[in-house]
């Protein structure tokens, strides 16, 4: 079946240094794109979207890239803080019925080193 | 800001027993989804609904039901608790799709950690 799912289980990074969390997904009709970080015992927050017709899309220190052809997504974090520490989800949308259904990422959790 | 209140945080049941997990939106979207989240599993969907009174099956929706009677609330219903449901549950609800992003953003709650033994 069509699934979204993630390279790297924990990425540990140097406190200052730049983050790249990845996801690859296989449902090439899917449109929408989302970043979720979920802090410990909270729930996941959105980060950062985009849509299938942009390969790039730029928040506060987040930058979302999506390559379509190789069906790939990544989450850059620049000047990782402590702050960042999280389990991370990509999500895809797909569109059913009348309402949004994401498919979620198993997560990365990101590990920030003072 | 979007609250989305989950009645528990932590819940403790045994089983065979029937479960109420509660849901509160405080933003009068009409959109709310009930997911379960598992180690590496990430988060899988259990039920949604996009109006009071409607409901549509997630991707796994066997051994649960829903009820939305009033717009702000969702209730997730184990009819017979299962060790297996032992996991976190997360409520989340957004507003109507409408294809602009902001309409597709889910805001969740904390979450209801369901232990059953």
């Known amino acids: 079946g069509e699934s979204v799912g993630l390279h790297l289980p924990t990425l540990s990074v140097q406190e200052g240094d730049n983050s790249i969390i990845n996801c690859a997904y296989s449902n090439s009709a899917s449109d929408y794109f989302i970043w979720y970080k979920q802090e410990s015992g909270k729930g996941p927050q959105f980060i950062i979207d985009?849509?299938?017709?942009?390969d790039k899309r730029q928040g506060q220190r987040v930058t979302v890239l999506l390559n379509k052809t190789v069906k790939h997504l990544s989450l850059q974090i620049a000047a990782t803080q402590p702050g960042d520490s999280a389990v991370y989800f990509c999500a895809e949308n797909r569109r059913e019925n009348a309402g949004n259904m994401l498919t979620f990422g198993g997560g990365t959790r990101l590990m920030v080193k003072p | 800001d979007v609250k989305v209140t989950q009645s528990s945080r932590y819940l403790v049941k045994r089983t065979g027993e029937k479960v109420f997990l509660e849901c509160v939106q405080d933003m009068d979207h009409e959109n709310m989804f009930w997911y379960r989240q598992d180690p590496g599993l990430g988060l899988r969907l259990i039920y949604f609904?996009?109006?009071?009174?409607m409901k549509e099956k997630g991707d796994i929706p066997e051994g649960y039901s829903v009820s939305r009677e009033k717009k702000e609330r969702f209730s997730l219903i184990l009819e017979s608790a299962s060790t297996n449901q032992t996991s976190m549950y997360l409520c989340a609800s957004s507003r109507r799709w409408g294809g602009g992003s902001a309409n597709e953003k889910l805001f969740f709650g904390s979450g209801t950690q369901l232990s059953v033994l």
């Open positions: 985009i849509r299938s017709n942009m």
């Open positions: 609904s996009y109006d009071v009174k």
